[in-house]
């Protein structure tokens, strides 16, 4: 990676968003819009519906079963376990739900999923399960809320646990979580959102004992609007989205096939470049924790806890400065990050994974994560700008002391 950042701009927000990878704006190229009647485009035009089954539509098809293969490969499942959907919250949803109509019990999920499991967990009457201080979910808490769903309300419809949390980074025992699921409900099927971890993780290892798993290409250098849901073979989900029977029949909907080859591309780099990827992010965001804990005012919100974090997560609790002021100090630095993890209502929402774990309410929280083009230069230059920031804080204070937030 070079020196110097190479737009202009500091990006620590790829937890919310990573740019579109070279392979996968090349794959996904021919399917964006040659027109049928160019001399100069492929000999068969690569516009076609999956669906059909003339020559032009065949050609879709071989590229939608080209990349199902693809994907199915890098998530350690069959291709007709990878159903295709329109990112992680339609995958999320769709497992939870296990589609229309929706399984019989109520769902459990721990308390500090992404809004698009929790959403629809609440919606359904579902329960929370309590996690620790570090936001890894609490095994005993989710026996006790197995049993007494058991005993109260008919049964539990899934369990969904995330492999590693947006916002913290910590990640999941699923095999451990497997387990409890197996004993306290025993049949239940287990879902994992693995957004998040899929761009860092080998997710056929770490999310191999659950039934349904997650994953959005646009976390790991796909294109947005495209991600997919393993459903493995003998777990049964029915569509949210009823149409024209694709998906073999588990989600309806013309396929959107350059989004779907793009993923597959960058599934495809992310996975063959991981191990090095993993290694080369880690010694970056640990020189970017070093850095930062030596500021005045700066912790760390897992504390000296060694619980496992995603490569590129760093989370840290900031004194004297509210959360969305720090953010805009720091983009006058051409530094963009988050307070929380990012949906439509920015940093200003609470965040409940904070509350879960009991973090301190009157501290900013600042998430910073790296990822892929990252480098040296944008280490040092988060550290420069958030000591710049505290001090342009701590200057304004009438008596020279920072604001606190009350
Ligand atoms: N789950 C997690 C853990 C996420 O971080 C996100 C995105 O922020 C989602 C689900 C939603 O994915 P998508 O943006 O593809 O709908």
Redesign the pocket.
Known sequence: MGEEPACGWVYVDN???TALSEPARAAMEPFLGVAGNRTDGPEVPLFGNPSGSHRIAREATRALDEARERVAEALGCAPGEVVFT???????NLAVTGGLPVREGRPVCSAV?????LGVTRALGGDLVAVDRTGRVDLDALAEVLDLAARTHGGVSVVSV?T???ELGTINDIDAVAAVVAEHSPGTPLHT????AAPWLDLAEVAGSAQLV?V????LGGP????ALVVRSGTTVRPLLHGGGQERNRRGGTHDVAGIVGFAAALGEAVAEREARCRRVAALRDDLRSRLVSIDGVSLTLGDSDAPVLPGHLHVLVEGVVGEELLLLLEQRRICASAA???SSGASAPSHVLGAIGAEANLAPLRLSLGSSSGPADVRAVAEGLEWALRRVGDRGADGARRRVT
């Not at 329109?86 to 999320?92: I, L, N, P, R, V």
């Not at 999923?113 to 499991?117: G, L």
């Not at 959005?216 to 976390?219: E, F, V």
């Open positions: 937890a919310a968003t329109s990112g992680g919250t339609e995958a999320d999923e992404h809004p698009a499991v995330m590693a949390n947006n959102d693995a957004v998040q997650s959005s290409a646009h976390k947005k609007g495209t991600g993890s990012s949906c």
